[in-house]
């Protein structure tokens, strides 16, 4: 029933050669990317532009206050969370859901820590010693671009949860349906991670 509501929900399309929950996924992916591209652009062109001295001037990176250590505890986190939603999509292809499920919710388990850590560790502690987004551009820019990709994440737990639950319900009744589901979170949980590779030289080391 559900090829009939939406055509090529699981042979691929015989133009683009994809299916079409993939070819949305990355349509959509393409969109985030000139999101994130233009927050990216706008951090280079602040730092450029801001004076060499004074109250204006662009903070030094131990005036900051992130942690290496910090960001990269949390990057490891994202890049292990990537190898399990890989692994729960491969235990699908093997028809195994018991075992996908357990990548899936430790996948869920380590997004959940990575925010955990973020707030705990460096939101709240940031706030508290008033490095608020209205103290510079820096951290007008640095809460902007965390904090949108901490709703990404947020996002990623909410469909990867569905997908453990009640969503899960599909494999009974189409499971190559459901397996290119779990594909098209995958494809968004490994951007989401992406994005957090580039944030973490940028923010934490430069």
Known sequence: MSTAVLPYTVEPHPITRLYSGKLGIWLFLASEVMLFGALFSSYVLLRVGAPVAGPAAWPAHAETGLSWKI?????????????TMVMAWAALKTHNIGRAKAYLATTVFLALVFIVVKLTLEYIPKIQAGHTPSHNNFFALYFTLTGLHALHIIGGIIVITYFIGPGSALWKTDPEYFTNRVECTGLYWHFVDLVWIFLFPVLYLT
């Open 71 to 83: 960001g990269g505890f949390n990057t490891l986190v994202l890049i292990i969370s990537s190898v």
